[in-house]
């Protein structure tokens, strides 16, 4: 890291890289908040994940990434189930 003159070590910023961040899946820059950011991408299996909130367990969780799987990939985003009991799941609750 270069420090410019006058500047402390703790004021010098390393130099911008000319690859954008990547957070998980490269898109927009890097981040996804949503599964909708995923349209028209091909994904792996273990990216699907990615897109289910941690605390979703389980047969929960299990369910969600089926879901986001069915998905055409032209399709997606979050989504909302509700069953016939009335029992709601999310992949963001």
């Known amino acids: 890291m270069t420090v410019p003159p ?3 070590k703790s004021q010098a910023r390393a130099p911008k890289s000319k690859v954008p ?4 899946l490269r898109a927009n820059g890097g981040t996804m908040t949503s599964f909708n950011d995923a349209v ?3 994904l792996a ?10 605390r979703v367990q389980g047969a929960d ?3 969600a990434l089926k879901f986001l799987r069915l ?3 032209n399709m997606r985003g979050d989504f ?4 016939n009991s009335g029992r709601i799941l999310s992949n963001r609750p």
């Open 6 to 8: 006058g500047h402390s």
């Open 21 to 24: 961040l990547v957070l998980g």
């Open 40 to 42: 028209g991408l091909d």
């Open 45 to 54: 299996d273990a990216d699907y994940g990615k897109f289910v909130d941690p």
């Open 61 to 63: 969780r299990a369910r």
């Open 71 to 73: 998905m055409p990939k």
């Open 80 to 83: 909302v189930y509700i069953d």
